[in-house]
């Protein structure tokens, strides 16, 4: 009998322990945070612009080169009120004409001259505001090149957007550290759809960004074996368009 009363009062005491794992795992979900972000129209350029959460400010010259040494200066570069997260807008020369989609294998290719272990969220081409767009939304270590600065490699979250105008590359870069990237992401689809083009655009400011060196592939070898795709009627805005722009 004795025993029996131990092993009741164990099975009621695993029964408790459970019910009390249970409703903290409940209340681990619940507290998930969600951000609210308030946004404010940013003129980028002449003819480009952004709604960016509020405190958004211009980064100086010396913050610029602090914060990105691996870096060519962009047109613009913005960050938050806590300077936390970035966003970033420039111009390159452009070597594929329309063909959005060996762009955007090139710009894979690029991104690990930059970046090291990539895990890519995003690896597409949509339509927006009837723009195409190639889409590269991704987490991985930044790599420390060209600098005599000994830092150590920083793991970010990075949300890149690619269009071509005229024969340029507008490159569009909203960027925080993978740390903090539970509330910064959140602001990222609402960020990156209020990218506005008009006819106004300045393309006298387009910069090669290019590294000297590339690894993987070179943009000929990138081109050989690409079929020719029929462009289709572009898609409602977000949906996937794997042909070449308009």
């Not at 805005?237 to 308009?246: M, P, R, Y």
């Given at each position: ?16 322990l ?22 404010t ?6 003819g ?29 570069m ?17 070597q ?42 991704f ?16 793991r ?11 024969n ?7 960027t925080?550290?993978?740390?903090i ?28 960004q ?34 070449e722009?308009?």
């Amino acid at each position: 009998m004795k025993n029996f009363y131990v092993l009741l009062v164990m099975a009621l005491a695993f029964t408790k322990l459970a019910a009390q794992e249970r409703q903290g795992k409940q209340t681990d979900d619940s507290e998930v945070k969600k951000y609210k972000f308030t946004y404010t129209k940013s003129k980028l350029a002449e003819g480009a612009s952004v709604s960016l959460p509020k405190g958004f400010r211009v980064m100086t010259d010396g913050e610029m080169k602090q914060k990105y040494p691996n870096f060519h200066k962009p047109i613009v570069m913005m960050t938050s009120e806590d300077d936390a997260a970035d966003f970033g807008y420039n111009i390159s020369f452009n070597q594929w004409g329309r063909n959005l989609k060996l762009l955007k294998e090139f710009m894979k290719s690029n991104h690990t001259f930059y970046f090291k272990d990539i895990q890519y969220l995003q690896d597409t081409i949509i339509t927006q505001g009837k723009r195409n767009f190639v889409v590269l939304e991704f987490v991985s270590f930044t790599q420390n090149k060209e600098t005599d600065r000994e830092l150590p490699p920083i793991r970010t979250y990075s949300y890149m957007m690619y269009t071509v105008e005229d024969n340029r590359i507008l490159v569009f870069n909203y960027t925080c550290p993978a740390r903090i990237m539970d509330k910064w992401k959140q602001a990222a689809p609402a960020i990156m759809s209020s990218i506005k083009i008009d006819s106004g655009l300045d393309l006298e400011n387009a910069t090669t960004q290019i590294p000297k060196k590339t690894k993987g592939k070179k943009p000929s070898d990138l081109a050989k074996g690409q079929p020719k795709v029929k462009t289709k009627s572009s898609p409602k805005s977000g949906n996937i368009n794997t042909g070449e722009a308009k």
